[in-house]
């Protein structure tokens, strides 16, 4: 009888474990994009920013494409700021992730006036 109590105990723990995991990734999404010039060419090496006053920020690079994406990250309003691959603040712009979803945020450089952002220090 002992045993049975047993196996019923770890059957449970291992349900709540599983519920949380899948509880939280619902409460994920992404956000890909891509990031060209003004003559529409891709722009590849460009700085990705994604901050949020809650869970704090995010940096990737665009591929050889111009594309990006930010995956699994935490749902709520996020702040996206755009880099040069020299570290120069060119676009920031506001989005609102949603579980289970893609939000899709392209960016053109130089097509709106650079913001004041702080210039990102590249490690090469």
Same mark, same amino acid.
């Given at each position: 009888?002992?045993?049975?109590?047993?196996? @019923?105990?770890?059957?449970?723990?291992?349900?709540?474990? @599983?519920?949380?995991?899948?509880?939280?990734?619902?409460?994920? $999404? +992404?956000?890909?994009?891509?990031?060209? !010039?003004?003559? *529409?060419?891709?722009?590849?090496?460009?700085?990705?920013?994604? &901050?949020?006053? &809650? #869970?704090? *920020? /995010? =940096?990737?690079?665009? !591929?050889?494409?111009?594309?990006?994406?930010?995956? +699994? =990250?935490?749902? $709520?309003?996020?702040? /996206?700021?755009? #880099? %040069?691959?020299?570290?120069? *603040?060119? $676009? @920031?712009?506001? &989005? %609102?992730?949603?579980? $289970?979803?893609? %939000?899709? @945020?392209?960016?053109? =450089? *130089?097509?709106?006036?650079?913001? !004041?952002?702080?210039?990102?220090?590249?490690?090469?």
């Amino acid at each position: 009888m002992r045993a049975f109590y047993l196996l @019923l105990l770890t059957v449970l723990l291992m349900s709540m474990a @599983l519920a949380l995991v899948a509880g939280c990734e619902q409460t994920r $999404g +992404n956000i890909e994009g891509l990031i060209t !010039d003004e003559s *529409g060419q891709p722009v590849s090496g460009a700085w990705v920013r994604a &901050v949020s006053v &809650v #869970y704090g *920020g /995010i =940096i990737i690079n665009t !591929d050889e494409d111009g594309y990006y994406i930010l995956k +699994n =990250i935490f749902t $709520g309003k996020w702040e /996206i700021e755009f #880099y %040069t691959k020299y570290g120069r *603040g060119v $676009g @920031l712009e506001s &989005v %609102t992730v949603r579980s $289970g979803e893609t %939000t899709k @945020l392209d960016f053109i =450089i *130089g097509a709106k006036p650079p913001p !004041d952002l702080p210039r990102i220090i590249p490690p090469y």
